[in-house]
């Protein structure tokens, strides 16, 4: 069989050149997105958590992030409560095709794309702890709390669910 040249012409070349530029700029306006308890994060110095009243009379200045590591893991008091592991194990498969959307609806800008997707699995993790119900309180703390409600006492913890889109 004789080799056979095939010649193609495009057109538009120069056009597709700057729109492939400009996604590439759009792309690396953002390295990724960190989604939880944000480190530095601190209880009022008005609140005790129940683990403190068990471990000092006085006030410490806790971080809102070692309580729900006690609250994800348990502790010795207390059941864990694992709602980070929760909303990862329900919600994750669906991330990678939400964040394809996401960076095309944003012209492929990974800030707007890392912000949209910040904003959505920090309502997932929230919705998971709102819904949370078992294993229920322990009776010593429905009589604290005034309330059976899991992962939930003055609502502190989920109002510290954030995210921050990373940068170079």
Known sequence: MADRTISVDFQGGEKLT??????????????G??????????YPAAYKTR?????SPLRTTTSVAQVAFWNEWGTKWMPARPFMRTTIADKSPKWGDSLAYVLKASGYDAHRAFTSMGQGIQGQIKQTIANWTDPPNAKLTVAIKGFNKPLTDEGIMQ?????????R
Request: net charge positive; hydrophobic share 40%.
């Open 18 to 31: 700057r729109l492939l530029k400009k996604m590439t700029r759009n792309v690396q306006t953002a390295t």
């Open 159 to 167: 109002q510290h669910i954030d995210y921050e889109v990373l940068t």
């Open 33 to 42: 997105v960190n989604i939880g308890i944000l480190a530095d994060t601190k």
């Open 51 to 55: 683990v403190e009243y068990r471990i």
